[in-house]
């Protein structure tokens, strides 16, 4: 079992920059990839980024490419997420997920890739 804790959202204006954190606990060797995704208010939860375990590889949606990094530091089992230049279409509550059923670059875009969710936290991005 993986337990994942998200932490790091909160208010910030626009232009302005947050960092979330995951930090994951438990079965940790048994993870090949982290992901991010948010939920707007009456919207579908969406992909914002994925990484794997080993760092090697990163992925974005569209709409925060450029102005979002997702990165890892193994030695303390924690993923976060980088937000630059916020914009108000970016407040959703943000959700961590990882994957331990093998390496599958083609669908981490996907929620049904990943097998254990953090609880959320709240990113609100005022104009």
């Known amino acids: 079992q993986v337990q994942l804790v998200e932490s790091g959202g909160g208010l910030v204006q626009a232009g302005g920059s947050l960092r979330l954190s995951c930090g994951a606990s438990g079965g940790t060797f048994s993870i090949y990839s982290l992901g991010w995704f948010r939920q707007a208010p009456g919207k579908e939860r969406e992909f914002v980024a994925a990484?794997?375990?080993?760092?090697?590889?990163?992925y974005y949606a569209d709409s925060v490419k450029g102005r979002f990094t997702i990165s890892r530091d193994n030695a303390k089992s924690t993923f976060y997420l980088q937000m630059n230049s916020l914009k108000p279409e970016d407040t959703a509550v943000y959700y961590c997920a990882a994957r331990t059923r093998g390496w599958a670059a083609q669908i981490l875009r996907v929620m049904a890739a990943y097998d254990y969710w953090g609880q959320g936290t709240q990113v609100t991005v005022s104009s």
């Open positions: 990484i794997s375990w080993s760092g090697g590889s990163t």
